[in-house]
Each structure stands twice: as C-alpha cells, then as structure tokens.
C-alpha cells in the first residue's frame, strides 16, 4: 500500500485540482506581472515558482514532478522563453525540495523565507547567465527580486496553506 493511497478518489481529485488551479494561477499572476511592466531589469517576482515550493513542501507525494514540468512549459510560452528553460529549473528545484522536504517543514518562517530568497536568486541568477546581458544592473535586480520574494513568501505561505485546509480536506 503507497504511503499517499486514498481510499476516497474525490478527495485525490480536489486535492490535484487544487494544485492545477494554483499553478495555473501563478503563472497567471506572472504573466500579468510581466506584461504590465511591475519587473525590473527584465524580471518579476517568480510567483509560480514559490507557489510550486509550497505545493512540494506541503504535499510531496501528491504533486510529482508533472506538475513543475506543466507550470514550466505553460510559463515559457506566456513569458517567451526557449522551451524547457523553466522546466528544467522547476524539476531542479523541486526534486530538491521535495527530497529535503522534512527539514525545510521543522524551519521557522524567516528561515523559511531566508531560503526562499536563496532559491529565487539562484533561480535568477540561472535566467540571467544563460538567457540576458549581465551587468552591475541586473544584479542589483536579482537581490531585490530575492527580497521581495522573501517578504512575499509568508503571505503567500499562508494564504496556500489556508486554501489547502479549505479544499483538500473537506
């Protein structure tokens, strides 16, 4: 018997629609970031990606991968990107949370947070290497990117977790 099994599949069902829903969302939500200019220097808060940190952080066993590889392919195409730039990010970075899902749990929310700033500079930084000009600019932007995200990403914890309760376990 798998860790996750459900003997109630409508409750397997709202809990994957709600992942979908989110995910679709944010990359919703940034798309619209993006085309109405709320980015500096080319980039915007990565909403998608803390949504799908969340998602693997809360629900390891009931999101996978196949949720990071469509939210990734869904915002390469609304962004513009090389198919499977953010794919293979989104399944970089939740393989890792999802493999060190315990720890990240057992963190206080400003260490949370401090992690999650981590992560999206990273994330950015990646972006920035391989897909724009580098200048003293655009470092400036991936740390306020990362700051931003790090305030954002208790709203957001929360909210999430609030919506989880409300429609995965009723």
């Not at 619209?32 to 952080?57: H, Q, R």
Request: glycine share 4%; proline share 2%; hydrophobic share 55%.
């Amino acid at each position: 018997m798998a860790y996750f099994s459900s003997t109630n599949p409508n409750k397997t069902l709202s809990t994957q629609s709600t992942i979908g829903i989110s995910l679709i969302l944010g990359v919703f939500f940034q798309s619209l970031l993006n085309f109405f200019s709320f980015e500096i220097y080319g980039s915007s808060i990565p909403i998608t990606l803390m949504i799908l940190i969340y998602w693997n952080i809360a629900l390891p066993k009931n999101i996978g991968l196949s949720w990071s590889f469509i939210s990734g392919i869904l915002l390469d195409l609304n962004l513009g990107y090389f198919l499977g730039t953010h794919v293979i990010l989104f399944l970089f970075i939740s393989y890792l949370t999802q493999r060190y899902f315990h720890r990240i749990r057992a963190m206080f929310q400003i260490q949370q947070s401090i992690l999650i700033a981590t992560i999206v500079c990273l994330y950015l930084l990646s972006l920035y290497v391989f897909f724009q000009e580098f200048s003293f600019f655009v470092i400036l932007a991936i740390i306020f990117n990362s700051l931003i995200s790090a305030f954002v990403w208790p709203i957001l914890f929360g909210l999430l977790r609030l919506i989880r309760r409300k429609y995965t376990y009723a």
